[in-house]
């Protein structure tokens, strides 16, 4: 069964970093894009950053533009996928979530990322 599990989240100060991991298995993640969505409750869920299925080429939302970096790590058939963000912010406070699709990793919509995970709660105080 395709599992996608997300760690690392918490809460962080204004200005400070965090860096989240997705592991997943049961599938071959390893050819799929792969993306961080996030949302807050009463929102759509928001397109944070994606990578293909290589590595080599990378999207973001412009509100994380500079600020974080997807990495992944196909080395192994359980594929592992990174969000490293710096320089947070209060707006950055989300249930953030690690996605995998058969799509072009410049695709920002939700529903063509067909595999979940669970979520992270990140929470940056003021």
């Known amino acids: 069964q395709a599992q996608l599990v997300e760690s690392g989240g918490g809460l962080v100060q204004t200005g400070g970093s965090l860096r989240l991991s997705c592991a997943g298995s049961?599938?071959?993640?390893?050819?799929?894009?792969m993306a961080w969505f996030r949302q807050v409750p009463g929102k759509e869920r928001e397109f944070v950053a994606s990578?293909?299925?290589?590595?080599?080429?990378?999207?973001?939302a412009d509100s994380v533009k500079g600020r974080f970096t997807i990495s992944r790590d196909n080395a192994n058939n359980n594929i592992a996928l990174y969000l490293q963000m710096n320089q947070l912010k209060p707006e950055d406070t989300a249930v953030y979530y690690c996605?995998?699709?058969?799509?072009?990793?410049?695709?920002?919509?939700?529903?063509?990322?067909?595999?979940w995970g669970q979520g992270t709660q990140v929470t940056v105080s003021s």
């Open positions: 990578i293909s299925w290589t590595g080599r080429n990378t999207y973001y």
């Open positions: 049961g599938r071959t993640f390893s050819s799929y894009a």
């Open positions: 996605a995998a699709g058969d799509t072009l990793p410049n695709i920002i919509t939700a529903a063509r990322y067909a595999y």
